[in-house]
T-cell receptor, first 111, second 114 residues
Framework: SQQGEEDPQALSIQEGENATMNCSYK?????LQWYRQNSGRGLVHLIL?????REKHSGRLRVTLDTSKKSSSLLITASRAADTASYFC???????????FGKGTRLHILP | DVKVTQSSRYLVKRTGEKVFLECVQD?????MFWYRQDPGLGLRLIYF???????EKGDIPEGYSVSREKKERFSLILESASTNQTSMYLC?????????????FGQGTRLTVV
């Protein structure tokens, strides 16, 4: 399988705390994206980071990319109840048109 | 806004039936994808298409086929449904491949095969 791996598989934190999720992938990439999935729904795009970028911000989201380690992290700052969801990283292995997702991290924000 | 529409939200079919899952996108996207999602396994790619009448196998194509006769429509076909194909099926589209642009997802079809 070409699937990447997110860790942890599940994460529970208090509202207001920061949440960090990690993604490791297996092949060289041009781009990496992160997606969110609310329970039982389709995925929604969060952020794209290109292989020549090391860090990218979007609102409360910060994504880093380390191509030498084939890994990426997603940081959500000042978490809110609405951030409760599953988070997936996506890669396009071997620079082709496939989009491969990892198994996801389930994030639960406690009130 | 880009819209990806899957024909059914919930579907119940009998073992051995031929099942069609339809997906339509309204933004002239080149690439379309079918995934299945199962607890603990994440999203697994079944098939994808990068142009009309073009298709490529993903990681788990066995038991499935696809059809893309028009650019906006990508159909997933279960030739003879089996209980191990009970799953959530997600369709997605993107303008370009290689993750150069974001993918847009449909709302999912929860298929139960009895």
């Amino acid at each position: 399988s070409q699937q990447g791996e997110e860790d942890p598989q599940a994460l529970s934190i208090q509202e207001g705390e920061n949440a960090t999720m990690n993604c490791s992938y297996k092949t060289s990439i041009n781009n990496l994206q992160w997606y969110r999935q609310n329970s039982g729904r389709g995925l929604v795009h969060l952020i794209l980071i290109r292989s020549n970028e090391r860090e990218k911000h979007s609102g409360r989201l910060r994504v880093t990319l380390d191509t030498s380690k084939k890994s990426s992290s997603l940081l959500i700052t000042a978490s809110r109840a609405a951030d409760t969801a599953s988070y997936f990283c996506a890669t396009a292995p071997n620079r082709d048109d496939k989009i491969i997702f990892g198994k996801g991290t389930r994030l639960h924000i406690l009130p | 806004d880009v819209k990806v529409t899957q024909s059914s939200r919930y579907l119940v079919k009998r073992t051995g039936e031929k099942v069609f899952l339809e997906c339509v996108q309204d933004m002239d996207h080149e690439n379309m994808f079918w995934y299945r999602q199962d607890p603990g396994l994440g999203l697994r790619l079944i098939y994808f298409s990068y142009d009309v009448k073009m298709k490529e196998k993903g990681d788990i194509p066995e038991g499935y086929s696809v059809s893309r006769e028009k650019k906006e429509r990508f159909s997933l076909i279960l030739e003879s449904a089996s209980t191990n194909q009970t799953s959530m099926y997600l369709c997605a589209s993107s303008l370009w491949g290689g993750l150069r642009t974001e993918a847009f997802f449909g709302q999912g079809t929860r298929l139960t095969v009895v």
